[in-house]
């Protein structure tokens, strides 16, 4: 037999789409060539696979080697299809049995001493082999990522040879395993004095999905605050904390295992580009949105981030993913995040405290928050101050604060109200939605109507005190919307005021 055909799997942004390794080997000059799009690294697989080869003891045939990754359309890179290439030349040249190739997925890349290194998205990789049926085989390094997918037999392998050992029935692979079940880690809430105002609020946000700007001086526990927002809310379930590790072990920066079934907290700083922020690249790869997928993005210093890269947040936060285009290829990703924004109250930080040693003019104070579009400023829903706190309240002998578990069980509960009745938090309900699940009573859309005039708020912002309000209500187990939960909904929003039209 002088062909070979071997499975793997290539990756498209989060995608793991299939790839058949087809080596012919035929008469003729010794020679190797791999057709079918491959990029410089791929060339270089064949150095690496040839040394390998030769490293395990096997023979490099002398022949003419035809390496064809199919489909030939799909963007193909790294190294992830050496050990694949490998088997594929040692088949067709009769040295391990084709049939055993049969029914196994390959996925790693090979050192020149023919040890298997370990390569990114095998997340996606083994979540996809899981549909085909095929057994997958990774290097050491990976066997605790692809154990996560749960649904594909895996089993790792150190060297060339332990692979062509365990294929031709002398050896057993050990099967992948997943790392052991660690304590959460995750920061508490009772960690955080005072700000009994930012609590409630962190606590709506969570329970409705909704984002949040924190406005405090320096010093004042925004941070902190924003930090503790994963720890109240629902923990995520099998498929989105899979989704997200997906996310995470494509963006080429790793995957932190320790953090499995968490969610993510990304905190980018806000000299980061747009590209490292909503994603890209030639070979196109998630950016802080999509890190922050069924989490939270914690954005500090908002009115120092530049325009730019504010308004590209403006899509997902409306849509919950994000569409990148770059020359031939286009790649949606995922990006239903949470978003937690800070910043000061004024260009000096102070305003508003009582030491009273802020100086900035209005216009200053003016001009600093319009840096901010008001259709950004819209599309979060709670405003709260944070203020700085008097040393008294911070003394070690203060009465205890409620603790992250306690605060999660409300918002839990809160939660599947929402989900009975319209299956989506709060947050993402639709205007039909809305008009149909935030219903008010005569007085209360009157005192609505009167609040916008007043603080000259749009109709999106209008639509959201309304969601804000049903969140409030599914907190305090009302069916019904009632003026206290919509003072308090307005409450979030006075902040806001006229800054749609002061960037208009
Ligand atoms: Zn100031």
Redesign the pocket.
């Known amino acids: 037999m002088s062909l070979a055909i071997v499975h793997s799997r290539a990756r498209v942004g989060v995608h793991a789409p299939e790839i058949r390794v087809e080596v012919h080997l035929a008469g003729g000059l010794p020679a190797m060539s791999i057709v079918g799009l491959p990029e410089a690294a791929v060339r270089e697989a064949k150095d690496r696979v040839r040394a390998a080869i030769q490293c395990a003891q096997f023979e490099f045939p002398a022949r003419r080697i035809t390496i064809n990754l199919a489909p030939a359309d799909l963007p193909k890179s790294g190294g992830r299809f050496d050990l694949a290439i490998a088997l594929g030349i040692l088949a067709a040249s009769g040295q391990i049995p084709v049939a055993a190739l049969d029914g196994w997925e390959f996925l790693g890349e090979l050192a020149l001493t023919g040890e298997l290194r370990e390569v990114d998205g095998v997340l996606a990789a083994a979540l996809a082999a899981g549909q085909s049926g095929r057994k997958l085989l990774v290097a050491p390094h990976n066997g605790a990522e692809a154990a996560l997918a749960g649904t594909v037999e895996t089993h790792t392998a150190r060297t060339l040879l332990e692979v062509c050992a365990a294929l031709e029935g002398r050896k057993s692979l050990p099967a992948a395993q997943p790392l052991p079940q660690r304590p959460s880690t995750e920061p508490d809430l009772a960690d955080v004095r005072g700000q009994t105002q930012a609590r409630r609020a962190l606590e709506i946000a969570a329970a409705g999905a909704h984002h949040l700007l924190l406005i405090g001086p320096p010093g004042s526990g925004k941070t902190l605050l924003a930090s503790r927002l994963g720890g109240i809310l629902p923990p995520p379930t099998q498929a989105e904390a899979l989704e997200a590790a997906s996310i995470a072990s494509t963006s080429g920066r790793g995957l932190d295992l320790t953090r499995w079934r968490q969610r993510p907290f990304r905190a980018p700083h806000h000299t980061s580009s747009a590209v490292a922020l909503v994603g890209g690249g030639a070979d196109p790869r998630p950016g802080e949105i999509s890190l922050a997928h069924n989490g939270v993005l914690f954005l500090d210093e908002l009115p120092e981030w530049s325009r730019h890269a504010l308004e590209v947040l403006r899509e997902p936060l409306e849509s919950g993913h994000v569409h990148i285009s770059r020359a031939a290829r286009h790649c949606e990703f995922p990006a239903n995040f949470q978003l937690v924004a800070a910043m000061n109250?004024?260009?000096?930080?102070?305003?508003g405290d009582p030491s009273g040693r802020?100086?900035?003019t209005p216009e200053?104070?003016q001009r600093y928050r319009a840096r901010i579009s008001g259709p950004l400023m819209e599309r979060i829903d709670l405003h709260i101050e944070v203020p700085r706190l008097p040393p008294s309240a911070l003394r070690t002998d203060a009465p205890p604060v409620e603790a992250s578990a306690d605060v999660r069980a409300r918002v839990v509960a809160a939660r599947a109200r929402q989900q009975t009745r319209s299956e989506t938090p709060n947050a993402r309900l639709s205007q039909t939605q809305t008009n149909a699940f935030c219903r008010l009573e005569t007085r209360d859309s009157l005192l609505l109507e009167r609040a916008v005039d007043a603080l000259q708020l749009s109709a999106r912002s209008l639509h959201r005190i309304l969601r804000v309000a049903r969140t409030i209500a599914d907190l305090a187990g009302s069916a019904q919307i009632e003026t206290p939960h919509l003072s308090e909904a307005i409450g979030y929003r006075t902040l806001e005021r006229g800054s749609t039209r002061a960037a208009a």
């Open positions: 109250p004024c260009p000096c930080g102070w305003a802020c100086l900035c200053m104070i």
